[in-house]
């Protein structure tokens, strides 16, 4: 877009009360009247009201009455008028981007990541804004990305997944300015930056203390290695339900990389113990179905001989009839997105009091627990 038409853009219209200009739209000079976009003089003609009163409803409806609001917004929807995004971000300053970098992932953390990024953008859709996606193999690919993304968009914000300890994409955000959101806790040190996440250590817990209501006094846990600050925080969980109900933990747990054949290994090692399990929880869906098949191999039914929860409630869970621990995406990705809009309504690069939100899964019982 031209500077003149950038101009122009900017200035159409007389200006309000607040000193902007009322109206921010525009259509192509000499379009046949079929062809031109209606405007925001057009919406005002129709509905018998000023165009600051049409661009009131817009931007701030909150300023108008509802009888005149419902007026103007049907007159918006039958012209089918939409305000120029281009003009609006001249006035407001703002792009209506959000950047949102995922880490390459496979199996079923890939599968999360879609489901968080699905519902991510449509609650972004549906508020005004529109997503650009980032990715990379680790932080230093992620790092770089972002400098590329920063030098060649004009970003409200970016909403970026999988925290762990260590992580250098914080620092770096903070260091450049950046306004960001995590999908994850900053493990290991105090946040200056919004974040939200799911309660792993509750969602285990309860998966733990419904095993104990339904008379498993032995229940095992696989997790993943150390190191991990959401394996460790779910590990937690398992540890608070039995040492509360008196229960072993001693040879019960097993630490392990995700993948089937490592849920299989660690569910055939609990069984084949002195004293084997009567139920294991497991830090992922992926590792849960690696012990429901050697379960099943050894001609167990999950449920019956063994119970097993997994984490995430995965498509496979479903499926197989799998108890699980589902992690609530659609409202992580609302409160990104309240994150996003306090970010841009504050002066500086973080808010004065960091918005921080801890989610509470919830147990989905199935036939396997």
Known sequence: ?????????????????SGQAESIDERPDGAPDGLRRPTIASVASAAAVSRQTVSNVINAPHRVGEQTRRRVERAIAEA?????????ALRTRRSNLIAVGIPNADGARNLLIEGFLHALTVEAQRRGYRILLVTGAD????????????????????????????????????????????FGRPWGTKAAHPWVDVDGAGGVRDATEHLIEIGHQRIAFIGWPGGSG?????LSGWEQACRTAGL???DLS??????LEQGRQACASL??????????????DTLAVGAWVEVTARGGRPGRDVAIIGFDDSPMASMIGLSSVAQPLSAAAAVCVDCVQSLNRSTGTSMTAPLQVLLAPKLIVRASG
Not at 271 to 281: G, Y
Request: glycine share 8%; charged share 30%; net charge neutral.
């Open 254 to 259: 097993r630490r392990i990389e995700d993948g």
């Open 80 to 88: 089918g008028y939409r305000p120029l995004k281009t003009a609006q």
């Open 139 to 182: 932080d230093a690919s992620e790092i770089k990305a972002y400098d590329e993304l920063l030098t060649d968009y004009d970003i409200d914000a970016l909403v970026f997944t999988g925290t762990h300890r260590g992580d250098q994409r914080i620092p770096w955000l903070l260091n450049k300015g950046t306004r960001f959101v995590t």
């Open 230 to 234: 959401v394996g460790e925080d779910r």
């Open 1 to 17: 877009m031209s500077l003149e038409k950038a101009r122009r853009l900017e200035n159409t219209g007389p200006p309000g009360p």
């Open 271 to 284: 069984l084949d113990s002195p004293k084997a399990p009567t139920a294991i929880v497991c830090v992922s």
């Open 248 to 250: 072993p933990l001693r």
